[in-house]
C-alpha cells in the first residue's frame, strides 16, 4: 500500500508539472508580439497568424489524440507530445524566422493538444477519484501560475541579453545562441531545455494503467453524427469558440495594444499586464468554486461576463494613467488603469471555460466523451480571433480590431439566458432545500 501510494503521489506531482509545462509554452506569445513585429517586420495580421498556427493544431489534433491513447495508452501519447514540442521549440529557436515560426508553432501546438487529452484522466487514475475535483483545481491554479511567471522570465531574459549582462551560466550559455538583435528567441532555448527534460523524465517513469470511463473515451462516428443532430452541441461548440476566441484575442494583444496606445515598455509594463491576466485568472478561478457553491451558474456566468465587458471598455478607452492611490496605499504609486483593467480581464474570464463546459456535458444524457472531444475542438477559435483582431487593426487600427471582442462576449452573455441543463450545479441552497424535502 504505501509503494501505490507513493507512487501515485509522484504521479499527481508529475502531472502538475506538466500542466506547469504546458501554460509555460503556450501563454507567452502576448509578450512577444511587439517583439516579433519589430524583429520580422510584419503587419498586425501578420502577427495574428502566429497564435493561430498554435491554436489550429487543437482542431486538428484532439479528437485524433483520444483515439491514439486508446490504442497505445497514455506513455508513448505523452512521450511524442514532448518530442514534438521539443522539436517545434529547436526548431523556432535555431532558425527564428517567420515562416519557420509558423511550423513550430503548429507543432508544438500538436504535442500540447496531445498532452490535453492525456493528462486529466492520468490525474484521476493517479490521484484517486474521490480527490479528481480538488486535483483538477489544483492543476488549474498551477496552470494559471505558470502563465504568470513565463513573461517575468521573458522580461528577465531579454533585459539581460540586452544590457549584456551575464548573471549567471544559464545567460551566459543563452547569451551565445542567440542573435543579439533577437534577444526574445531566448524564450524558445528555455522551451527547447525543458521539454527535452520532461521527454526525459517521462521515458524513466512507470505510469499506473489508466483505463478509461465512458465519458473519456472519443467514441464512434454513429455517435458524432447523433450528436450533431442536437441544436445544443453547436451552440455550445461556438460558446467554447468565443471563449477561446476572447482569452487569446486579449491576451495576445494587450502587448502591442499598450506600446501603441500608451507608449509603455512590452518589455515591463507590457509583460507584467499579460502576467497579470493570467495570474488573476487563477485568483478567478479560486473565487468562481466559491460562487459556484452559491449561486446557479448560468447567473454566475452572466455576472463575470457582464463585468468582463465592463473591463474591456474601460481598458479600451480608458486613460493610461487615472489617478493616485491614497498615501496609505504606497506601494502601488501611480494607478495605470489600463494596464490593470487588462489584467482582471483574466478574472473575470476565469469561470467562462468550465462553466460553458459543464452546462455543455449537463444538456446532453449520453455520448459524454464524444461531445467533449467536440466541445475541445472549439479550442479553434484561439486560431481565428487573434489574425481577425490583426486584420481589423491593419484597416482601421488595434483599438477598433478588439471591438469584435464585445461579439464574443456577447454571445458567451446570451449562454446564461438560454442554456437549460439537465443537472443543475449544486449550491448550498439546494441542498438545503433537497434535505428539507
Known amino acids: 500500500m504505501g509503494n501505490s501510494s507513493k507512487r501515485n503521489f ?13 501554460s509555460l509554452i503556450t501563454n507567452i506569445l502576448g509578450p512577444l508580439v511587439p517583439d516579433i513585429i519589430d524583429s520580422f517586420k510584419l503587419s498586425l495580421a501578420l502577427a495574428g497568424f502566429l497564435p493561430t498556427s498554435f491554436f489550429i493544431a487543437y482542431g486538428v489534433m484532439s479528437i485524433p489524440a483520444g483515439m491514439l491513447i486508446e490504442r497505445f495508452n497514455e506513455k508513448p501519447v505523452l512521450v511524442a507530445s514532448f ?25 508544438i501546438g500538436i504535442g500540447v ?25 489544483m492543476a488549474q491554479l498551477i496552470f494559471g501560475l505558470a502563465s504568470f511567471i513565463s513573461p517575468k522570465i521573458y522580461s528577465y531574459l531579454v533585459l539581460h541579453l540586452k544590457a549584456g549582462d551575464q548573471p549567471n551560466a544559464v545567460v551566459s550559455a543563452i547569451a ?3 542573435p543579439a538583435s533577437m534577444p526574445w528567441v531566448s524564450l524558445y532555448w528555455v522551451f527547447t531545455a525543458v521539454t527535452l527534460s520532461m521527454v526525459v523524465i517521462l521515458l524513466l517513469v512507470k505510469l499506473p494503467k489508466v483505463e478509461l470511463k465512458e465519458d473519456e473515451k472519443v467514441g464512434t462516428l454513429a455517435a458524432h453524427k447523433s450528436l450533431l443532430k442536437n441544436k445544443f452541441v453547436a451552440l455550445f461548440f461556438i460558446g467554447i469558440f ?22 509603455l515598455d512590452p518589455l515591463t509594463e507590457g509583460a507584467s499586464a499579460v502576467g497579470g491576466f493570467w495570474g488573476w485568472m487563477t485568483v478567478g478561478c479560486a473565487v468562481g468554486l466559491v460562487f459556484l457553491k452559491l449561486f446557479d451558474s448560468r447567473k454566475v456566468l452572466i455576472g463575470f461576463v ?89 484597416l482601421f487600427g488595434l483599438k477598433a480590431g478588439l471591438l469584435v471582442i464585445y461579439l464574443t462576449l456577447g454571445y458567451l452573455l446570451s449562454i446564461g439566458f438560454w442554456a437549460r441543463p439537465l443537472i443543475a450545479n449544486a449550491t448550498i441552497g439546494s441542498k438545503k432545500k433537497k434535505e428539507a424535502a
Open 306 to 394: 457582464a463585468a468582463a465587458l465592463i473591463t474591456l471598455t474601460v481598458a479600451l478607452f480608458g486613460p493610461a494613467k487615472l489617478a493616485t492611490f491614497p498615501m496609505w496605499l504606497p506601494l502601488f504609486g501611480k494607478f495605470q488603469v489600463v494596464l490593470y483593467t487588462f489584467s482582471l480581464m483574466g478574472f473575470f474570464a476565469s469561470v467562462m471555460w468550465p462553466i460553458v463546459f459543464s452546462l455543455a456535458l449537463n444538456s446532453v444524457d449520453r455520448h459524454h466523451g464524444s461531445f467533449s472531444g467536440i466541445l475541445v475542438t472549439g479550442i479553434v477559435g484561439g486560431a481565428v480571433l487573434p489574425p481577425v483582431v490583426g486584420k481589423l487593426g491593419d
Open 176 to 178: 551565445r545562441v542567440v
Open 242 to 263: 468565443c471563449y477561446v476566441g476572447t482569452e487569446q484575442g486579449v491576451a495576445n494583444w494587450i502587448s502591442q495594444f499598450l506600446k501603441t496606445y500608451h507608449g
Open 10 to 22: 509522484l504521479i499527481v506531482g508529475l502531472v502538475f508539472l506538466i500542466f506547469f509545462v504546458i
Open 83 to 107: 518530442v514534438l514540442a521539443f522539436l517545434g521549440s529547436a526548431l523556432f529557436a535555431s532558425k527564428p524566422v517567420y515562416s519557420i515560426a509558423l511550423f513550430s508553432l503548429f507543432t
Open 113 to 137: 493538444a496531445m498532452l490535453q487529452v492525456a493528462i486529466n484522466p492520468l490525474l484521476r487514475v493517479a490521484g484517486g477519484e474521490e480527490n479528481f475535483a480538488f486535483y483538477g483545481v
